[in-house]
Every structure is written in structure tokens, then in C-alpha cells.
């Protein structure tokens, strides 16, 4: 990944595919898009995704995604790779909603092998840093005591509209949750299968979907849900429940 994008502000529906849905629908799509350059390196054309989300003490985050809150964010870490390598990226992000747009906001991380499974060590030269998401988190840590809960690991292959490069669909499959409060962790007796034999597929957007794709929706009788990676890897563990003991 040459260039990080910092910025993000669009529309993002979810969906939930078996595999052979998943399949007809992929092979629908090349006809309009093409595959992320990004993904075209790999044998088996997709890429590992790897995020580490914070949480306050009582999950705030979460129950504001299972309440259905419209204006509502996150903090995440980001990487693409399990394993640890000082060329590798990696990412704060701050993610959230805003009424029905979908905002994404990061930062690289300057990082060494010495630090990296210490998150706040990790993040402690973004301190001083004029970076608004920096401040923004730096922020959280203190008043709202956030700290890393859960791991999410994905496969994702990645497509983009020949015609309009906004108009993008990702397919997240392979998900795994970890609770761990480290980016690296050595010990995955936590780690957890999600939703096995589904792939999530996003549709992301700025202004409007393609014609062309509202026939393949109609076609596949394809219906939005509302899922989060990160809810979905917590209600996995026993994180939730105890909290509601």
C-alpha cells in the first residue's frame, strides 16, 4: 500500500452472502468492475485485514451500534498482516456514522518491535501531535478511559466500478474475533470462527448506486443489515454477559 487515503466520507450498505450467492454475484460484477489494484498481488486475490478496537469500560461503543445511535464513533488500530514486520502499515483510525453517511478518518503509525504489543506505548508520540484524530483519541483515553478489547481478522477482495471510481464493493469473509488488548498477540486460545460459511459484502458509495447494480440487488433479492465486525466479535466472548450479570 504506496499511498495511505486519510480520508473517507460515503454511503456504506451491508449485506450477508452464502457462498454460492457470493459467487453468482462476483461473477455478475465483472462485467462492471474491476478487481483493487491492491488485490491483484496476491495468488488468491485478496488480502488479510487486521483491526484492533478500543472500548470503554462499560462498551459504550458497542451498545451504541446495538442501540442504533445515528451519530456515533469509534477507535480503531489497522494493519494487514498477522504477523510483525517494520515495513508493514499501520493505521489510527477513527470511524463513525453521521445520519446515514459513514466517515473515516487516519493516521499512520510510526512503529518498532520493541513497542508494538504495547498499544499505549505504541501511540504515545501521537500525544503531542496536532493531528486531529490524534487529539480526538488522546482525548477518549483520558475522559472516557478507552482501551483495546477485541481483535478482528478478515479476507477481503476488493472491487472498483470500471465508470466510477467511488463506487467500490468489498467482500469481508474468513472472520475471526480475538479478545486481546494487543495487535500481535501470541496466544489465540480467545480466537473465535464468525459467522462461518457468510461473507459481508459492502457497497460504498458518494452520490448514488449504478442501475446496473440495483438490477443485481432486485435479481438476488438482496436485503441491508446491520452488522459490525466488532459486535459481532464481542457478543463471541463473555464480555457482554458479564457485564449484564
Given at each position: 500500500?504506496?499511498?495511505?487515503?486519510?480520508?473517507?466520507l460515503r454511503y456504506?450498505?451491508?449485506y450477508?452472502?452464502?457462498?454460492?450467492?457470493r459467487?453468482?454475484i462476483?461473477k455478475?460484477?465483472?462485467?462492471?468492475?474491476q478487481?483493487?489494484?491492491?488485490v491483484?498481488?496476491f495468488?488468491n486475490?485478496?488480502?488479510?485485514?487486521r483491526?484492533?478496537?478500543?472500548?470503554?469500560?462499560v462498551?459504550?461503543?458497542?451498545?451504541?451500534k446495538?442501540?442504533g445511535l445515528?451519530?456515533?464513533?469509534?477507535?480503531?488500530i489497522?494493519?494487514y498482516?498477522?504477523?510483525?514486520?517494520?515495513n508493514?502499515?499501520?493505521?489510527?483510525?477513527?470511524k463513525g456514522r453521521?445520519n446515514?453517511?459513514?466517515y473515516?478518518?487516519?493516521m499512520?503509525?510510526e512503529?518498532?518491535?520493541e513497542?508494538?504489543n504495547d498499544?499505549?506505548?505504541?501511540l504515545?508520540p501521537l500525544?503531542?501531535?496536532e493531528?486531529p484524530?490524534?487529539k480526538?483519541?488522546?482525548y477518549d483515553?483520558y475522559?472516557k478511559?478507552?482501551k483495546?478489547v477485541m481483535?478482528i481478522?478478515y479476507?477481503?477482495r476488493?472491487?472498483?466500478s470500471?465508470y466510477d471510481y467511488?463506487?467500490r464493493?468489498?467482500f469481508d469473509?474468513e472472520?475471526?474475533?480475538?479478545?486481546?488488548?494487543?495487535?500481535?498477540?501470541k496466544?489465540?486460545?480467545?480466537r473465535?470462527?464468525l459467522?462461518?460459511?457468510?461473507?459481508i459484502?459492502?457497497?460504498?458509495f458518494?452520490?448514488h448506486?449504478?442501475?446496473?447494480?440495483h438490477r443485481?440487488?432486485?435479481?438476488?433479492q438482496?436485503?441491508?443489515v446491520?452488522?459490525?465486525k466488532?459486535?459481532?466479535?464481542?457478543?463471541?466472548?463473555?464480555?457482554?454477559e458479564?457485564?449484564?450479570?
Amino acid at each position: 500500500m504506496s499511498k495511505i487515503q486519510e480520508h473517507f466520507l460515503r454511503y456504506e450498505f451491508k449485506y450477508i452472502l452464502d457462498d454460492e450467492k457470493r459467487k453468482d454475484i462476483e461473477k455478475e460484477l465483472s462485467y462492471f468492475m474491476q478487481l483493487d489494484p491492491f488485490v491483484e498481488q496476491f495468488e488468491n486475490k485478496k488480502y488479510l485485514v487486521r483491526s484492533l478496537y478500543f472500548d470503554d469500560p462499560v462498551y459504550s461503543f458497542y451498545y451504541e451500534k446495538v442501540d442504533g445511535l445515528l451519530h456515533r464513533q469509534k477507535f480503531r488500530i489497522r494493519t494487514y498482516s498477522t504477523e510483525y514486520n517494520e515495513n508493514i502499515p499501520i493505521m489510527l483510525e477513527l470511524k463513525g456514522r453521521y445520519n446515514n453517511f459513514v466517515y473515516k478518518h487516519r493516521m499512520g503509525i510510526e512503529h518498532n518491535s520493541e513497542d508494538i504489543n504495547d498499544v499505549f506505548q505504541l501511540l504515545k508520540p501521537l500525544y503531542n501531535s496536532e493531528n486531529p484524530v490524534a487529539k480526538q483519541f488522546v482525548y477518549d483515553k483520558y475522559r472516557k478511559n478507552i482501551k483495546p478489547v477485541m481483535l478482528i481478522d478478515y479476507q477481503r477482495r476488493a472491487y472498483q466500478s470500471k465508470y466510477d471510481y467511488e463506487f467500490r464493493i468489498t467482500f469481508d469473509g474468513e472472520l475471526y474475533g480475538i479478545q486481546t488488548t494487543k495487535l500481535f498477540p501470541k496466544d489465540d486460545l480467545y480466537r473465535r470462527k464468525l459467522i462461518d460459511g457468510y461473507t459481508i459484502m459492502e457497497v460504498k458509495f458518494r452520490k448514488h448506486v449504478p442501475p446496473w447494480f440495483h438490477r443485481i440487488m432486485i435479481k438476488y433479492q438482496l436485503n441491508r443489515v446491520s452488522i459490525s465486525k466488532y459486535c459481532t466479535g464481542m457478543e463471541s466472548t463473555s464480555l457482554i454477559e458479564d457485564l449484564n450479570d
